[in-house]
């Protein structure tokens, strides 16, 4: 079992940045690449972008290209999703998850992600 804790959410104005973090435990954290997944109301979820398990390789959507990158710390079981030049599109509840090492995590239907975090609100304002 993968425990995943979000943070850093909250309001922004567009055009302004925010840093999720994503917190770890329970197993061995390089094992699992991750993954940050978006849902805004009224809306499916949304593959925002992922990272493999040794941190070489990301992977990210049309939508956040150039202005979302992600990282990971292993040492520190942290995933974090810079958000620069965020627009009110952005918003949206996003969630990170864990995709075991070997799986299809760059596919984008998340099919690939077991575990999974509760969420932390981003909301962009004009």
């Known amino acids: 079992q993968v425990f995943l804790q979000e943070s850093g959410g909250g309001l922004v104005q567009a055009g302004g940045s925010l840093r999720l973090s994503c917190v770890a435990s329970g197993r061995t954290f390089s094992d699992y690449a991750m993954g940050w997944f978006r849902q805004a109301p009224g809306k499916e979820r949304e593959f925002v972008i992922a990272i493999d398990w040794s941190g070489s390789a990301t992977h990210d959507s049309p939508a956040v290209k150039g202005r979302f990158t992600i990282s990971r710390d292993n040492v520190k079981n942290t995933v974090y999703l810079q958000m620069n030049n965020l627009k009110p599109e952005d918003t949206a509840v996003y969630y990170c998850?864990?995709?075991?090492?070997?799986?299809?995590?760059?596919?984008?239907?998340?099919?690939?992600?077991?575990?999974w975090g509760q969420g932390t609100q981003v909301t962009v304002s004009l």
């Open positions: 998850a864990a995709a075991e090492e070997g799986s299809r995590w760059y596919m984008s239907d998340g099919k690939a992600y077991s575990y």
